[in-house]
C-alpha cells in the first residue's frame, strides 16, 4: 500500500470515528439538554438570532461545558480528518493527469475548513459569553450555511474526478501490458 493511499484510510477512519462519536454522544446529550434543539453545525440554511437566544437560554452549565469541551474538540477533528479525506482523494486521483489539477483540487476543500473554523470560533465565543448580539449570531449562521456550500462543491470536484476516472477506465485507451 502507498503511503498516499495509508493517509487517506487514517484520515477516512478517523473522520468516520469522529463522526460517530458525535452522532452517537455528543449530539445527542446536546440535543436533550435543549429540549430538543440542535447544535448549530447541522442546521446548514442558517439559523436566527432568536435561535441563538433561545439555544443559550435552554443550554444548562453541564451541556455548555460538553459543547465548548469535547464537542468542539471531536467536531474540530472531524472538519480535519474530512478536509483532509476530500483532499488527499482528489490529490490522488488527479496526479495521474496534471500535478496543478491534482493540486488544484487537493486545495479545494480548504474552503470547507476555513468556514468550518471560522463558525466553530464563532460559535465559541456566542457560549462562552453566554451572549449574542445580533451581527454575532448573523455571522456564525453565515459561516455554517459557507461551511455546507464550501463542502458541497468540494464533494462535487471529488466527485466530478471520480466520474471522469471512472470514464477513463471503462473507456479511455487500454495500456499495453
Known amino acids: 500500500m502507498t503511503p498516499g493511499r ?19 454522544w455528543t449530539m445527542p446529550s446536546l440535543r436533550t439538554a435543549t429540549g430538543g434543539l440542535d447544535v448549530f453545525d447541522v442546521l446548514i440554511s442558517g439559523y436566527s438570532y432568536d435561535y441563538v437566544l433561545l439555544y443559550l437560554e435552554v443550554l444548562n452549565e453541564p451541556a455548555r461545558a460538553l459543547y465548548l469541551g469535547p464537542h468542539r474538540m471531536i467536531d474540530t477533528l472531524f472538519a480535519v480528518a474530512l478536509t483532509g479525506t476530500i483532499s488527499v482523494s482528489a490529490y490522488l486521483l488527479a496526479t ?8 488544484a483540487l487537493g486545495l ?70
Open 6 to 24: 495509508l493517509l487517506l484510510l487514517l484520515l477516512l477512519a478517523t473522520a468516520v470515528g469522529a463522526l460517530a462519536v458525535m452522532r452517537l
Open 96 to 103: 495521474r493527469w496534471s500535478f496543478v489539477l491534482a493540486l
Open 108 to 177: 479545494t476543500p480548504l474552503f470547507y475548513f476555513a468556514f468550518d473554523m471560522l463558525e466553530n470560533a464563532q460559535v465559541a465565543a456566542i457560549l462562552y459569553h453566554r451572549n449574542a448580539s445580533t451581527e454575532m449570531a448573523e455571522a456564525a449562521s453565515r459561516f455554517t450555511v459557507s461551511k455546507a456550500q464550501a463542502l458541497r462543491f468540494a464533494i462535487t470536484a471529488l466527485l466530478f474526478v471520480v466520474s471522469a476516472r471512472a470514464f477513463e477506465a471503462a473507456f479511455g485507451p487500454k495500456e499495453n501490458a
